[in-house]
């Protein structure tokens, strides 16, 4: 059950050499984790990643991790950022290049949460959350 794995509730950005390692190292098999290959020269990597943190301060049981693309790879070309990649259990699931390029600055934390759910990522919260799209609290 989704009570039993990890909580994290933030974004970490870890250097290109530590990738490996945070994505193997998730607590359980069951935790998803969410590369965002970025570059913070980037506006519309800026953009996603404020709205990734809300997403992880939201859906704590999955592991968000913010990386450097040039220090991931020199192949990366930076016209594809911001990139999501998903994985679970320390394998790779799906990626997704120019993530919310398209809605530029009208950007929100749910056409990002469409775009990781399209990834086959399960966001889940050690919470208990009711409907958030509803805006009352």
């Given amino acids: 059950a989704s009570s039993r794995l990890p909580v994290f509730g933030r974004v970490e950005s870890v ?7 945070a994505i193997d190292n998730a ?16 506006a519309a990597c800026v953009r996603l990643g404020f709205k990734l943190d ?11 991790l913010s990386v450097p693309a040039s220090e991931a790879s020199a192949k990366i070309d930076p016209a594809t950022l911001p990139m999501l990649i998903a994985y679970q ?13 398209e809605h530029g600055e009208r950007l929100t934390a749910a056409h990002v949460e469409a775009a990781v759910l399209h990834l086959g990522v399960r966001l889940t919260s050690s919470a208990t ?6 805006g009352a609290s």
């Fill in 129 to 134: 959350m009711r409907e958030t799209s509803s």
């Fill in 27 to 42: 607590g359980s098999p069951q935790t998803y984790v969410l590369v965002h290959l970025q570059e913070e020269y980037l």
């Fill in 54 to 64: 809300e997403l992880a301060s939201r859906y704590d049981q999955v592991k968000f």
């Fill in 15 to 21: 250097a290109a050499l530590e990738m490996p390692a």
């Fill in 89 to 101: 259990d320390g394998k790779y699931l799906a990626s997704a290049e120019r993530v919310g390029k």
